[in-house]
């Protein structure tokens, strides 16, 4: 029994209720005016500890305090908890025209959120409900009898309607067929040029129709479904070079059962009305690194060109299977009730303005690799325990309401996005492939963030799991990365802070090297050689942050050093050129430096070559890893104020002494303290603030350790040094750096 109906039961039946709970007016849920609603006795809150007095003879107090739990029962009887019921609205125009919305009296969606949250501060919510609208005069349509007739013109928009415990799965093909015919070019988009699909002429596919493996030319205009899951333990099917052959043979997949959840993706593809499905355990050779090589930096083409993305967020292992679906688990019954003559039913999604999603508290939502599987995909069918969600460039779908309405020709976006909206809203497909309004930065910085908040199984996948999204702003923004990094800010890459412990990752990552691949440890200097959040401004929302011609170099497989800017001029000038959109305002970047502003630079010496480099470190094993680059360095003592800097709150004061003169600069204080009295530290970056007062220049430093090889390490940055104090010390090197 579900938590309100045995409220209803304790307080004695479905009329019982307090005088507060008998005002609430529940008639106003669905599409409204917003000056309609001003007058309407929606709101209510009270304290936890007066709802629970009167649970036994009101069910809707009933309800409340079963949300709070048992835990809460403290907080309750102190006041510090309270129960709210309020209206919450969705514009129906997308998530931008809300405030549009309220100021032109356009409709929105009202439907009612129910929760239970600390009575002070922003509310932290223990447990919350929603509820809307039911179609239909006579009560809630079923999905089904929908599906029978698909008349929804006279059901009333967004309403809610009842869906079975089984999925119907033709509302999935529906679904599917409308987004193809009515949001026609808008869907049909990708990350994936032409180009790009050439790079992987061949594609391995399960044809669900003959229960086998195939491999098929991308030039014949394959179509494909693709899955994102869990794998969550040993994959005992998967396709390696043993059970090739005959996996390809017809049946094969039939005869050798496979997990649940593949097998319940089959039937939903067969049933969408496709051939082929994109499994990565079955279509890539799990025991061959030439093809993992092949397939792993390709998710863009894979999951960006797939027709739909099959999404099990319903389970935590691949034996599982989908919810409502053949061996999948059995969903949660959806909640359907009268109060005050109103039919009413409770949603499973989020509100509008919550910062979760519907996958929030998902396994799924929790893996490295289905970010960008996600992320990437054009149209999504997501699967939860409760139901199934749709998610394109142009709508979000669900079982339960009646969302499928022709007012979306004129009006398509009413916002319900499956990964939250806490800034992750910009996130999307759409503006990867070229929304002029969000700068690409921001993109990267957003997606990256969210991205390293993730687990992955192996600790070597760290970039691979992320280079689908790199692909698309490579394509979509003209950006080149090189170890995760963006090229065109790789000086305001380089500077990037911890914002916790971080813990070093001893993992390899497998590259091309000429014909052949080399296992090549993460470099330390890039945010892949670590685990644990960190805060990287590429996006350089300030404007303050300038460029020094500083000129880098990688090592290619013949150990010979290749920059990599081409044009280290033209990079700067574009830099300086840009402007990003805060806050709807254009900020441009500083000035070129003047060389006079740094006269600790050599600015003869930032050109490198096979001789400058031992043969030592061109042909070591990390030599593909290496950064090298001329730059200003110094031994310096170290010495830490345990207050935090007045100017910067979150760092702090750090003094730099080579024994005569001194140097003062931040740390961030969420990272660990530094251990070291001595170190070397070299400039990476620098700072331009006040250009209209005179200007003032601050130098980025990064604290290294040099090993006996010559290789330098990152261990932290040092940021906010004044580049006048750095000029005076007596113990400068200009000096060449192979960071590892």
Same mark, same amino acid.
């Given at each position: 029994?579900?938590?309100?109906?045995?409220?209803?039961?304790?307080?004695?039946?479905?009329?019982?209720?307090?005088?507060?709970?008998?005002? &609430?007016?529940?008639?106003?849920?669905?599409?409204?005016?917003?000056?309609?609603?001003?007058?309407?006795?929606?709101?209510?809150?009270?304290?936890?500890?007066?709802?629970?007095?009167?649970?036994?003879?009101?069910?809707?107090?009933?309800?409340?305090?079963?949300?709070?739990?048992?835990?809460?029962?403290?907080?309750?009887?102190?006041?510090?908890?309270?129960?709210?019921?309020?209206?919450?609205?969705?514009?129906?125009?997308?998530?931008?025209?809300?405030? %549009?919305?309220?100021?032109?009296?356009?409709?929105?969606?009202?439907?009612?959120?129910?929760?239970?949250?600390?009575?002070?501060?922003?509310?932290?919510?223990?447990?919350?409900?929603?509820?809307?609208?039911?179609?239909?005069?006579?009560?809630?349509?079923?999905?089904?009898?929908?599906?029978?007739?698909?008349?929804?013109?006279?059901?009333?928009?967004?309403?809610?309607?009842?869906?079975?415990?089984?999925?119907?799965?033709?509302?999935?093909?529906?679904?599917?067929?409308?987004?193809? @015919?009515?949001?026609?070019?808008?869907?049909?988009?990708?990350?994936?040029?032409? $180009?790009?699909?050439?790079?992987?002429?061949?594609?391995?596919?399960?044809?669900?129709?003959?229960?086998?493996?195939?491999?098929?030319?991308?030039?014949?205009?394959?179509?494909?479904?693709?899955?994102?899951?869990?794998?969550? $333990?040993?994959?005992?099917?998967?396709?390696?070079?043993?059970?090739?052959?005959?996996?390809?043979?017809?049946?094969?997949?039939?005869? =050798?059962?496979?997990?649940?959840? &593949?097998?319940?993706?089959? /039937?939903?593809?067969?049933?969408?009305?496709?051939?082929?499905?994109?499994?990565?355990?079955?279509?890539?050779?799990?025991?061959?690194?030439?093809?993992?090589?092949?397939?792993?930096?390709?998710?863009?083409?894979?999951?960006?060109?797939?027709?739909?993305?099959?999404?099990?967020?319903?389970?935590?292992?691949?034996?599982?299977?989908?919810?409502?679906?053949?061996?999948?688990?059995?969903?949660?019954?959806?909640?359907?009730?009268?109060?005050?003559?109103?039919? !009413?039913?409770?949603?499973?999604?989020?509100?509008?303005?919550?910062?979760?999603?519907?996958?929030?508290?998902?396994?799924?939502?929790?893996?490295?690799?289905?970010?960008?599987?996600?992320?990437?995909? %054009?149209?999504?069918?997501?699967?939860?325990?409760?139901?199934?969600?749709?998610?394109?460039?142009?709508?979000?779908?669900? @079982?339960? /309401?009646?969302?499928?309405?022709?007012?979306?020709?004129?009006?398509?976006?009413?916002?319900?996005?499956?990964?939250?909206?806490?800034?992750?809203?910009?996130?999307?497909?759409?503006?990867?492939?070229?929304?002029?309004?969000?700068?690409?930065?921001?993109?990267?910085?957003?997606?990256?963030?969210?991205?390293?908040?993730?687990?992955?199984?192996?600790?070597?996948?760290?970039?691979?799991?992320?280079?689908?999204?790199? %692909?698309?702003?490579?394509?979509?923004?003209?950006?080149?990365?090189?170890?995760?990094?963006?090229?065109?800010?790789? @000086?305001?890459?380089?500077?990037?802070?911890?914002?916790?412990?971080?813990?070093?990752?001893?993992?390899?990552?497998?590259?091309?090297?000429?014909?052949?691949?080399?296992?090549?440890?993460?470099?330390?200097?890039?945010?892949?050689?670590?685990?644990?959040?960190?805060?990287?401004?590429?996006?350089?929302?300030?404007?303050?942050?300038?460029?020094?011609?500083?000129?880098?170099?990688?090592?290619?497989?013949?150990?010979?050093?290749?920059?990599?800017?081409?044009?280290?001029?033209? !990079?700067?000038?574009?830099?300086?050129?840009?402007?990003?959109?805060?806050?709807?305002?254009?900020?441009?970047?500083?000035?070129?430096?003047?060389?006079?502003?740094?006269?600790?630079?050599?600015?003869?010496?930032?050109?490198?070559?096979?001789?400058?480099?031992?043969?030592?470190?061109?042909?070591?094993?990390?030599?593909?890893?290496?950064?090298?680059?001329?730059?200003?360095?110094?031994?310096?003592?170290?010495?830490?104020?345990?207050? %935090?800097?007045?100017?910067?709150?979150?760092?702090?004061?750090?003094?730099?002494?080579?024994?005569?003169?001194?140097?003062?600069?931040? =740390?961030?204080?969420?990272?660990?303290?530094?251990?070291?009295?001595?170190?070397?530290?070299?400039?990476?970056?620098?700072? =331009?603030?006040?250009?209209?007062?005179?200007?003032?220049?601050?130098?980025?430093?990064?604290?290294?350790? @040099?090993?006996?090889?010559?290789?330098?390490?990152?261990?932290?940055? &040092?940021?906010?040094?004044?580049?006048?104090?750095?000029?005076?010390?007596?113990?400068?090197?200009?000096?060449?750096?192979?960071?590892?």
């Amino acid at each position: 029994m579900n938590r309100r109906l045995q409220a209803v039961e304790e307080a004695g039946g479905p009329a019982a209720l307090c005088a507060k709970c008998r005002r &609430i007016d529940w008639s106003w849920l669905g599409i409204q005016k917003y000056l309609d609603m001003l007058d309407r006795p929606t709101d209510l809150m009270y304290p936890l500890a007066e709802a629970i007095k009167s649970a036994a003879t009101c069910w809707v107090c009933g309800w409340l305090v079963a949300m709070a739990e048992d835990k809460h029962h403290d907080d309750a009887v102190s006041g510090k908890v309270v129960v709210k019921i309020t209206r919450s609205a969705v514009p129906i125009l997308g998530r931008e025209e809300l405030q %549009r919305n309220l100021l032109y009296n356009l409709p929105s969606l009202y439907r009612i959120e129910v929760s239970v949250r600390e009575r002070y501060g922003p509310g932290l919510e223990y447990r919350r409900g929603f509820i809307h609208k039911a179609s239909g005069t006579r009560g809630p349509v079923h999905v089904s009898d929908m599906l029978d007739s698909w008349d929804t013109v006279e059901a009333e928009p967004y309403s809610a309607r009842l869906r079975p415990v089984k999925a119907d799965t033709r509302l999935f093909k529906f679904w599917k067929d409308y987004c193809i @015919e009515e949001h026609g070019n808008s869907c049909e988009r990708s990350g994936c040029t032409l $180009e790009r699909l050439r790079s992987m002429p061949f594609i391995r596919l399960v044809d669900v129709l003959r229960d086998c493996v195939v491999a098929l030319s991308t030039s014949e205009h394959v179509k494909w479904v693709a899955l994102s899951y869990v794998w969550g $333990e040993a994959q005992k099917h998967e396709l390696v070079t043993a059970n090739y052959t005959l996996y390809h043979r017809p049946g094969a997949l039939k005869s =050798h059962k496979m997990p649940a959840t &593949i097998v319940d993706a089959m /039937a939903v593809t067969r049933d969408l009305g496709e051939q082929y499905l994109w499994v990565d355990s079955l279509c890539i050779i799990q025991d061959n690194e030439e093809d993992k090589r092949r397939y792993i930096p390709a998710m863009d083409i894979i999951y960006g060109q797939a027709i739909v993305t099959i999404i099990n967020a319903g389970a935590d292992k691949v034996s599982t299977g989908i919810p409502g679906l053949g061996q999948g688990p059995q969903r949660t019954a959806q909640d359907v009730f009268t109060i005050n003559n109103s039919t !009413v039913a409770v949603s499973l999604d989020q509100p509008y303005h919550s910062a979760e999603s519907y996958l929030e508290n998902t396994k799924w939502n929790t893996r490295g690799w289905t970010y960008q599987e996600c992320l990437l995909s %054009r149209r999504c069918l997501i699967f939860t325990p409760e139901q199934a969600y749709w998610q394109c460039l142009r709508a979000s779908l669900c @079982e339960d /309401a009646i969302w499928e309405q022709p007012i979306w020709k004129q009006q398509p976006n009413i916002y319900r996005h499956c990964l939250g909206r806490d800034g992750a809203e910009e996130i999307t497909m759409g503006a990867l492939l070229g929304n002029a309004s969000t700068h690409w930065s921001k993109l990267y910085s957003l997606a990256l963030e969210r991205f390293r908040q993730r687990q992955l199984s192996s600790e070597g996948d760290w970039m691979d799991a992320f280079t689908g999204i790199l %692909r698309v702003l490579e394509h979509s923004k003209g950006q080149e990365f090189f170890w995760g990094m963006p090229k065109s800010r790789f @000086e305001l890459s380089l500077a990037w802070v911890g914002n916790e412990a971080l813990r070093r990752n001893t993992a390899c990552q497998v590259i091309a090297a000429g014909s052949q691949t080399v296992s090549c440890p993460f470099p330390s200097w890039s945010w892949t050689g670590w685990f644990g959040s960190i805060v990287m401004d590429v996006a350089n929302f300030h404007g303050s942050t300038t460029l020094l011609p500083l000129r880098f170099y990688r090592l290619g497989s013949d150990g010979v050093p290749t920059p990599l800017h081409e044009n280290l001029d033209d !990079v700067l000038s574009e830099f300086h050129n840009d402007s990003v959109v805060v806050h709807s305002r254009a900020i441009s970047f500083p000035p070129k430096n003047n060389p006079s502003d740094h006269t600790w630079m050599d600015t003869a010496r930032t050109e490198i070559t096979t001789l400058d480099i031992p043969g030592s470190i061109r042909f070591c094993d990390i030599a593909p890893s290496l950064l090298c680059f001329w730059t200003s360095t110094a031994i310096l003592e170290i010495s830490q104020d345990r207050q %935090r800097s007045k100017s910067e709150p979150f760092k702090e004061n750090t003094t730099l002494s080579d024994g005569q003169a001194k140097v003062s600069g931040q =740390h961030p204080w969420r990272e660990p303290r530094l251990d070291v009295k001595q170190g070397k530290f070299i400039v990476v970056g620098a700072i =331009h603030t006040k250009p209209d007062q005179g200007s003032l220049f601050t130098l980025k430093l990064m604290l290294v350790e @040099e090993r006996d090889s010559g290789v330098c390490y990152r261990l932290c940055i &040092i940021s906010n040094v004044l580049a006048s104090a750095w000029a005076k010390l007596g113990n400068l090197k200009w000096e060449l750096i192979y960071l590892g």
